[in-house]
């Protein structure tokens, strides 16, 4: 394996999913991750592969059965290797082309709401990859297209045709972003307002709205900031740039919702999201719940878990069990425990 701090590990649990309790920097947080890299080659805590190594070693290997399919992701100096029951996949496009869907929650939830707005650019896409093939392929080549144009604009020297270039493939694929994130947040508004009064148990009016960063027409914006961005040797406009306006009661969140509505406020972003990913991606997705049952209080615990599909599979990690005496039962959901580099049964 070599993931994270395990030289190797096998589970095997049951399909509800596990509880795993341990001390803090034991690795429970890894063993999520692993199942997320495993689901959706997507880590919460890095960008880079390499990264997720033990270190010392030469790479990582995870293999699962997940969703009732085989699953096997090996990275290394030479990049990665994937397969699906038994047949080598030539691309990640094919690896998740019927692969499962996750819904990611922790305490850094919390800057959903009120850090800055890279952190809710990261939740819908994340969101959009896993529902659309074609705002994944989007979202790869317009960051690509924009590292590229920036560099351009760095060097200070005149580069129009290239940069001309790069700004055709900016405005084609920064169109889809564009247009699927209004998508998104028109479905998930409703959505969220939901589970926030189901969580909070009151009547918090929450309302979501896209903010495009380029407005309406993204090549006349392009346009129009030329030369500025010349001037700041950076690109200013896109959807690298948009932003989602979270507001309570009709008053941003991040100013005026105290810090329980914003925690509530991050918990329902996470359900409309594991909401959405059910009704578009046509399959439950799996839950993954970094310890974020210690700040909240029984009653935001209890409407969280109550509002959970009960059919999905859920994975939490957590110090203690103190919180579960006051908490729905949640099955057969596997106990383990976190220590020393081993995870055992309880």
């Given at each position: 394996?070599?993931?994270?701090c ?5 589970l ?7 509880i795993?309790t341990?001390?803090n ?6 063993v999520?991750?692993?199942?997320c890299?495993l ?7 890095t960008?880079?592969?390499?990264a ?8 990582f290997g ?5 969703w ?9 100096r ?11 996949l030539?691309s ?8 499962g869907l996750?819904v990611?929650?922790?305490n850094?939830?919390?800057?959903l709401v009120r850090g ?8 819908l896409?994340f969101l ?7 705002y994944?392929?989007s979202?790869?080549?317009?960051r690509?297209?924009l590292?590229?144009?920036n560099?351009?604009?760095?060097e200070g ?5 290239e940069i001309l ?6 405005v084609?694929?920064g ?5 699927t994130?209004?998508?998104?947040i ?6 969220a307002?939901?589970a926030q009064?189901a ?7 929450l ?6 960063a ?15 961005e010349t001037?700041?040797?950076q690109?200013?406009?896109?959807p690298h740039r948009d ?6 009661h009709g008053?941003?969140?991040a ?6 509505q914003q ?7 996470k359900?409309?999201q594991?909401t ?13 719940m ?5 700040e909240l ?9 109550n509002?959970l ?11 203690h069990?103190d919180?579960?005496r006051?908490t729905p039962?949640?099955?057969d959901?596997?106990?383990?425990r976190v220590g020393d580099g081993?995870?055992t049964?309880?």
């Open positions: 394996m070599d993931f994270r395990f030289e190797s590990l096998d095997e649990v049951p399909a509800e999913g596990a795993l341990g001390d920097a034991q690795g429970k947080t890894s999520l991750e692993a199942i890299v689901v959706r080659l997507h880590s919460p805590r960008h880079r592969m390499t997720m190594g033990r270190f010392g070693g030469k790479g995870i293999a699962g059965d997940p009732g399919s085989e699953r096997q992701v090996r990275s290394s030479e990049g990665l290797f994937l397969k699906a029951d038994e047949e080598t030539p990640q496009s094919r690896y998740l082309a019927d692969g996750v990611w929650m922790g850094e939830d919390l800057e800055p707005g890279e952190g809710r650019r990261r939740y896409d959009g990859a896993q529902i659309d093939p074609a994944r392929r979202w790869s080549r317009y690509r297209a590292r590229a144009k560099l351009l604009l760095k020297r005149p580069r129009d045709a270039s790069y700004e055709e493939i900016l084609e694929h169109t889809v972003l564009m247009q994130r209004a998508r998104l028109a479905e998930l508004a409703p959505l307002a939901e009064r969580v909070s148990g009151k009547d918090e009016p309302t979501l709205n896209y903010l495009p380029s407005g309406p027409d993204l090549r006349e914006s392009i346009l129009q900031a030329r030369e500025r001037r700041l040797r690109a200013v406009v896109g932003e989602l306006d979270l507001r309570i008053m941003p969140a100013e005026f919702a105290s810090e329980g925690r509530t406020l991050a918990l329902a972003l359900l409309a594991g959405l990913l059910e009704r578009r991606g046509g399959k439950l997705p799996i839950y993954l970094d310890d974020i049952f210690g209080d029984p009653s935001r615990r209890n409407a969280l878990m509002h599909p009960p059919l999905a599979q859920k994975w939490i990690t957590t110090t069990l919180w579960m006051e039962s949640l099955g959901i596997g106990r383990l081993k995870v049964f309880t």
